[in-house]
């Protein structure tokens, strides 16, 4: 079964840092890795889709990785907003169905 | 470009009534799915489709029915609701390109469900 954690489940950083959030998971069988924001109350935005044979993608000030091999993708969000406040989740998708497994996500607040 | 469309967006059913989530989508995607929300843990997957006529549970299926008649269409029926099932609904769609590379999955804006 496939486990997907996130880590940190918190972070607050004031406005300007560069940050990084992880994601691991259990089964490296997977069709691709996606990153969403979910602001509070709201629906969820896909931001970037990582295909399995892919190493990053890039949008704007964001960059995630993946290391299939290890169970490993990262956010990279640079120069942080007030704006970035939100929480941000990660999902795979396995060959074994067409549907996703998200981990729980980390919620982020942007110091002013 | 309507994308994922989830009706009703807010409903409350008291214990033991039935009611079915609409979801739809106009994008022609194959791939649909149903999750459910619940704070600190995620989302979980509750059925899905790869196509018409064609659905399997998820994680946490029990309580739950679907089908999959057409392609725009996924309805998700609850048989008898159970304090339980409060919860923050989300449909999702998603296909196949050329190439046999899945897209993005494009996510509905929720239906906020309170079982009394």
């Known amino acids: 079964k496939q486990e997907v954690t996130q880590i940190p489940a918190a972070l607050s950083v004031p406005e300007g840092e560069n940050l990084v959030l992880n994601c691991s998971f259990t089964d490296s069988a997977i069709y691709n890795l996606q990153w969403f924001r979910q602001d509070p109350g709201k629906g969820l935005t896909s931001l970037l889709l990582i295909q399995s044979s892919q190493r990053e993608q890039t949008s704007g000030r964001l960059n995630a990785s993946l290391d299939k091999s290890s169970g490993r993708s990262t956010l990279y969000i640079a120069a942080s907003q007030p704006g970035d406040s939100a929480t941000y989740l990660c999902a795979v998708m396995g060959t074994g169905r067409r549907a996703l497994t998200f981990g729980s996500g980390t919620r982020l607040q942007v110091q002013p | 470009n309507a994308g994922v469309t989830q009706t009703p967006k807010f409903q409350v059913l008291k214990t033991g009534q039935s009611m079915t989530l609409q979801c739809a989508q106009d994008?022609?995607?194959?791939?649909m799915s149903w999750y459910r929300q619940d704070p600190g843990m995620g989302l979980r997957l509750i059925h899905y489709s790869v196509g018409a006529g064609i659905t399997d549970q998820g994680e946490v299926p029990n309580g739950y029915n679907v089908s999959r008649s057409t392609t725009e269409d996924f309805p998700l029926r609850l048989l008898s609701a159970a304090p339980s099932q409060t919860s923050v609904y989300f449909c999702?769609?998603?296909?196949?390109?050329?190439?046999?590379?899945?897209?993005?999955?494009?996510f509905g804006q929720g239906t906020r469900l309170t079982v009394v």
């Open positions: 994008m022609n995607h194959e791939y």
């Open positions: 999702a769609s998603s296909y196949s390109n050329r190439g046999g590379l899945n897209t993005e999955a494009f």
